[in-house]
């Protein structure tokens, strides 16, 4: 099965920062990486699938990169809803297997 | 516009079985994978299992192969999750979600229901 490892696991800024959120598969899986966004209590939200593509809706602040095993996810300009829980998850394999998460919290 | 709603979670002893329920709606359901998607309490999401459409082909996680099967019903736009042997470490929230394999993401989820495996 394909691993997922996403870094850091926490990460602290303030309003106004850029961010970079890293994920790494244990095997190439192309551009089928996917990043979401977890408020708590919520269901996760999709913000950019297929590695770089923004979901319909999605501020131009965030931004997906990355192919083969290595990807990221940049947040320019954060604001105060930007601090949440984020997630990459591949669906190159069966497992479709998510990352452990990335908690943003506020400086 | 598209909703997906689940039913069915609850409480149940180990060893126990539950169905949970996913109905969508605001999209042509036959068209899409299905997906579920369990996140025990404080945890990250765990992928557990995706149907696909037309041949209703599925895949599950190690964690729940052999336990738990997914089947869907295209005529009632749902899809089902039939639960078996339920562990205490199922206990989570599940998710349903419109996407799987090879799609791009998984771009609507339903708010979720509880499923708590105690004795």
């Known amino acids: 099965d394909i691993q997922m490892t996403q870094s850091p696991s926490s990460l602290s800024a303030s309003i106004g920062d850029r961010v970079t959120i890293t994920c790494r598969s244990s095997?190439?899986?192309?551009?089928?990486l996917n990043w979401y966004q977890q408020k708590p209590g919520k269901a996760p939200k999709l913000l950019v699938y297929d590695s770089y593509t923004l979901e319909t809706g999605v501020p131009s602040r965030f931004s997906g990169s990355g192919s083969g095993t290595d990807f990221t996810l940049t947040i320019n300009n954060l604001q105060p809803e930007d601090f949440a829980t984020y997630y990459c998850?591949?669906?190159?394999?069966?497992?479709?297997?998510f990352g452990q998460g990335t908690k943003l919290e506020i400086k | 516009q598209v909703q997906l709603v689940e039913s069915g979670g609850g409480l149940v002893k180990p060893g126990g079985s539950l169905r949970l329920s996913c109905s969508g709606s605001g999209f042509m359901f036959s068209d899409y994978y299905m997906s579920w998607i369990r996140q025990a309490p404080g945890k990250g999401l765990e992928w557990v299992s995706y149907?696909?459409?037309?041949?209703?082909?599925?895949d599950y996680a190690h964690s729940v192969k052999g336990r738990f099967t997914l089947s869907r019903d295209d005529a009632k736009k749902s899809v089902y999750l039939e639960m078996n042997n339920l562990q205490v470490e199922d206990t989570a929230v599940y998710y349903c979600?419109?996407?799987?394999?090879?799609?791009?993401?998984?771009?609507?989820w339903g708010p979720g229901t509880p499923v708590t495996v105690s004795s």
């Open positions: 979600a419109r996407g799987g394999r090879g799609s791009s993401g998984l771009d609507y």
């Open positions: 149907i696909s459409r037309r041949t209703g082909h599925t």
């Open positions: 095997q190439i899986i192309s551009t089928h």
């Open positions: 998850q591949q669906s190159y394999s069966t497992s479709c297997s």
